[in-house]
């Protein structure tokens, strides 16, 4: 399998926006749920969004309605599009995959535990 990498990430506004990017090189995409997840400092890990083709997306509750979680098959690409930013979005932001397509159907965005590819993470940062 190839890596997952992050792009994307920065530095923006109260209520602005930015796009992440996970390049998914080698991946099989229909085979796997695929995640973001984002960490803060001195806070746990937390599961942020999730999409597989056979359930969807699913949306941890303080993002619902400002991220959109997608794929490009195409370009092998999974996104993440966040707008409304608030401070209490500063993260760490992390891709990752998992052949354990059930982790895919929660109601509230992906478990933080059994997904066994990761990327190295991109930073954002949203301040005033």
């Known amino acids: 399998q190839g890596q997952l990498v992050e792009s994307g990430g920065g530095s923006v506004h109260p209520g602005g926006s930015l796009e992440l990017s996970c390049a998914l090189a080698?991946?099989?995409?229909?085979?796997?749920?695929w995640a973001w997840f984002r960490q803060a400092p001195g806070k746990e890990l937390e599961g942020v969004a999730s999409?597989?083709?056979?359930?969807?997306?699913s949306y941890a509750d303080p993002v619902k309605g400002r991220f959109t979680i997608s794929k490009d098959n195409v370009k092998n690409i999974l996104s993440l599009q966040m707008t409304s930013l608030k401070p209490e979005d500063t993260a760490m932001y992390f891709c990752?995959?998992?052949?354990?397509?059930?982790?895919?159907?929660?109601?509230?965005?992906?478990?933080?535990?059994?997904?066994?590819?990761w990327g190295r993470g991109t930073q954002v940062t949203v301040s005033s």
């Open positions: 080698h991946y099989s995409h229909d085979s796997y749920c």
């Open positions: 990752a995959a998992t052949l354990a397509k059930q982790l895919c159907r929660g109601p509230r965005g992906p478990p933080t535990r059994g997904f066994g590819y």
């Open positions: 999409l597989d083709t056979e359930s969807g997306t």
